[in-house]
């Protein structure tokens, strides 16, 4: 079974102020993937980053980026010089190799503050 | 355009009442998937299916009933709403063809259940 928690229900941050959101998660599998999605007020899922636990070297996209640490299950998004447009909910997910479903952490709510 | 539509966004029907959801997508994706958004619960997938007559159910399928005869199509059906099925309802998509592929979501159908 495949388990993710997100510890932090709220999170702030000032605007252009760095940001870290945490994630950790429990698998069986081998071989898996791991997401971040972003939900602004308009409640569309837009996919932030992608990780694929084969891969040692963290994944970036532009301010956002990640550190992957295997060992300690452990998945934490950055993000940096925050916008006001990242303000969202966030949520942490995971997909075994093998499994085609995607678990969800019950997501972290991003406040950017002016 | 190609991508996952729900229909409606938004419905409000009473206790005891069959309710269908819509979701349709254009990618002609095998695996396809419905969650249900609540406050404090993250996503919880409801059913998934993983090509055309095959379905199996998620984490919390009870209330819940949905058939794929198409590709493109995966409905999901209240038989007899209750409260407790007041949510944002999620459809999504794979591509089972690429491994590590993020799910592709459609903007949410709120239900409010009264």
């Known amino acids: 079974a495949q388990t993710v928690t997100q510890s932090q229900p709220e999170m702030s941050v000032q605007e252009a102020e760095t940001v870290t959101l945490s994630c950790t998660y429990d698998?069986?599998?081998?071989?898996?993937?791991l997401f971040w999605y972003k939900q602004p007020p308009s409640r569309q899922m837009i996919l932030v980053i992608r990780?694929?636990?084969?891969?040692?070297q963290n994944a970036t996209e532009n301010r956002f980026s990640v550190n992957f640490q295997k060992a300690a299950k452990s998945f934490s998004l950055k993000i940096s010089d925050s916008q006001l447009g990242d303000a969202a909910m966030y949520f942490c997910?995971?997909?075994?190799?093998?499994?085609?479903?995607?678990?969800f952490g019950k997501g972290t709510l991003l406040t950017v503050n002016p | 355009d190609a991508g996952i539509t729900q229909s409606p966004r938004y419905k409000i029907t009473e206790t005891g009442r069959q309710v269908t959801l819509m979701c349709h997508q254009t990618w002609s994706h095998s695996y396809m998937f419905w969650y249900r958004q609540d406050l404090g619960h993250g996503l919880r997938l409801i059913y998934y299916s993983a090509a055309a007559d095959i379905t199996d159910k998620g984490e919390v399928p009870d209330g819940y009933v949905v058939s794929r005869s198409k590709t493109e199509n995966f409905p999901l059906t209240l038989e007899s709403a209750t409260r407790s099925q007041t949510s944002v309802y999620f459809c999504?998509?794979?591509?089972?063809?690429?491994?590590?592929?993020?799910?592709?979501f459609g903007n949410g159908t709120r239900l409010t259940v009264t």
């Open positions: 997910s995971n997909k075994g190799g093998s499994n085609y479903k995607l678990t």
């Open positions: 990780q694929e636990a084969y891969k040692q």
């Open positions: 999504a998509s794979y591509d089972a063809q690429l491994l590590g592929s993020p799910l592709h």
């Open positions: 698998t069986s599998e081998s071989d898996y993937y």
